[in-house]
């Protein structure tokens, strides 16, 4: 091949326009044409060069050396054709790459100067690199190539290489042509639109289970760039807890021409999260050009969480329904006894029992319809301080608790329900004032029933603190009461968990729900478990008494909308 003196302006753009690149693999005279520069303003030269193109290899012409050098960028004011689809190298024997045309960057994302001296075999994708090799050692009689390249993003393009027959002696190498093939020419112009305007991702995996083509919707989808997938598996993009599910009917899929399986499983976005997709897979022909296997995917996170919210809620409602069937029932029992045992001793003494059984069941109808509602999202997010809500919550549990008093430390900004966020509190109050002082009796997971030294109370040292402050985790409620029993430990959060026969077993457990509906977390801790770090660098000492803490991510670390906590 010879790239003359006279070669040396502008590139002609006709190879995109037309010709040769429409019918497959380019002519000779077009490959050249498409990064070797050709002076427009000599058409006499342009034919002699076209038609030296054209001689036998035994002819002077093209074993003459060009005798000026070669200079491959456009003329000044004309711009580089756009959305190039192919461009030429010059590549030794052993793949060496030594001169990289302009339209390289548009094709693999690499500038020339960092093509220039690697190693074009590196850049192809491992499972074509024979081909490639044999055909630039003159060992294949075909000089004809599709392959993968890598681009610049870490992903692979299809592209279709033609290497020339004989050596460059300009360069010491091969001139290999690279068109692209994997967007413009897999699929038929006229069905670009639909996948390029469509909301479904398209994914086409060839039979070695790789990608082969994604359509442009992956960037909206899960946020990867077009063609930054192809030549990987999309196995490894599945979430661990579904990934073998996945891969059984994946391969299942590639196997089988007559299985078409819909999938449900979570895959890693672009940064780094994860989104639900619906995958339907279809075996293409068996004489398919573009691969093996068709899969179309949709996103189905909305759906996903509104099926985790009904779940919810009808778990909920089944837990309500049972504790209404079976908790409401005794202390009703309770109150008809009572009243008939009233009416035929004319006794008023009984009507207490009665009177006890109605407070219990008021308290029960309250607290389970707290608990129905839980689990639905914030109603009303905003930004409140930790004392204000605190002090709120107090005054509605224990302001007429003259034995006890609240102590709030460190203040802290929050951002949530409110409402909720009181709601908590008056519980974790609740539960200190009546259950926790010296000398109560057992209760529901928040007291051992002994006293401070286990000796009885004579009632001076009836007084009880509570104390709410900001930590560096979020914020914690302790008291100096009786403390919880360790064999109770781990079951206080639990649902109707209680040890004492009027409980209800569910104040707890509507804090625990409160604060998950957050995204927080809570936790019970003792004083065994050391010192607790305060915003300010200081470490608090646990009282001896119960000690619950909520943690909260920061604004920081939160993501936007969500709930957080700033100390």
């Avoid at 003359?4 to 590139?11: A, E, G, K, V, Y």
Wanted: glycine residues 10%; negative net charge; contains cysteine.
């Amino acid at each position: 091949m010879t790239l003359r003196p006279s070669d040396t302006s502008t590139p002609v753009r006709g190879a995109d326009e037309g010709g040769a690149a429409d019918t497959g693999a380019p002519e000779a005279d077009d490959r050249a044409a498409v990064d070797a520069p050709v002076d427009t303003g000599d058409r006499s030269v342009r034919s002699e060069h076209r038609a030296d193109l054209g001689r036998s290899p035994g002819s002077s012409a093209e074993t003459e050396p060009a005798s000026g050098p070669l200079d491959a960028t456009p003329a000044k004011g004309e711009p580089r054709p756009p959305e190039a689809d192919r461009f030429l190298l010059a590549v030794a024997v052993d793949g060496e790459v030594l001169f990289a045309g302009p339209s390289a960057p548009d094709v693999v994302g690499v500038e020339r100067d960092a093509l220039v001296g690697s190693d074009l075999l590196d850049r192809v994708h491992p499972s074509d690199r024979e081909p490639v090799a044999d055909a630039l050692s003159a060992v294949a009689t075909s000089r004809t190539v599709t392959h993968r390249i890598r681009r610049a993003s870490g992903g692979y393009t299809w592209v279709e290489s033609v290497v020339d027959e004989e050596l460059a002696p300009e360069f010491g190498g091969r001139i290999v042509t690279v068109r692209r093939v994997d967007v413009d020419r897999t699929f038929p112009e006229r069905y670009r639109a639909f996948l390029e305007y469509g909301s479904d991702l398209v994914t086409v995996v060839d039979g070695d289970g790789v990608v082969v083509y994604e359509s442009p919707s992956v960037a909206e989808v899960l946020g990867y760039e077009q063609g930054s997938t192809v030549g990987r598996s999309p196995l490894g993009y599945v979430h661990p807890d579904d990934r073998e599910r996945v891969t059984e009917r994946f391969y299942r899929a590639l196997n089988e021409p007559d299985a078409a399986p819909t999938l449900e499983y979570r895959y890693r976005t672009a940064d780094g999260g994860w989104v639900w997709l619906e995958s339907r897979t279809r075996s293409l022909p068996a004489d398919s050009p573009v691969g093996e296997l068709l899969v179309n995917s949709r996103d189905v996170s909305a759906r996903k969480a509104r099926e985790r919210r009904l779940t919810d809620r009808n778990e909920r409602l089944d837990r309500f329904a049972s504790i209404v069937s079976h908790d409401l029932r005794n202390p009703l029992s309770v109150i008809r006894g009572s009243m008939e045992m009233a009416r035929l001793r004319g006794e008023t003494g009984p009507l207490e029992r009665g009177e006890r059984a109605v407070d219990r069941i008021d308290r029960l109808v309250s607290e389970l319809l707290t608990l129905a509602r839980q689990g639905t999202g914030m109603d009303e997010p905003a930004e409140f301080a930790l004392a204000s809500v605190a002090r709120d919550a107090w005054e509605t549990a224990a302001g007429d608790d003259g034995d006890a008093q609240l102590v709030v430390a460190r203040d802290a900004r929050m951002y949530g329900d409110r409402g909720r966020t009181r709601q908590a509190l008056e519980n974790l109050f609740r539960n200190a004032t009546e259950h926790a002082k010296p000398g109560a009796s057992t209760d529901e997971g928040v007291g051992g029933g002994e006293t401070r030294n286990g000796d009885e109370s004579d009632g001076a040292d009836d007084a009880l603190t509570v104390l709410v402050t900001a930590t560096e985790r979020g914020f914690l409620v302790a008291d100096d009461g009786i403390g919880i029993d360790p064999d109770d430990r781990e079951s206080v959060f639990d649902s109707g968990f209680t040890t004492r026969a009027d409980g209800t077993g569910y104040g707890l457990d509507i804090v625990r729900e409160v604060v998950e509906s957050h995204g927080w977390t809570v936790e019970l801790r003792a004083p065994a478990d050391g010192p607790v770090n305060l915003p300010d660098g200081r470490r608090l000492r646990l009282p001896d008494g119960a000690c619950f803490e909520v943690c909260a991510p920061d604004p920081a670390d939160a993501d936007p909308e969500e709930p957080w906590i700033d100390a």
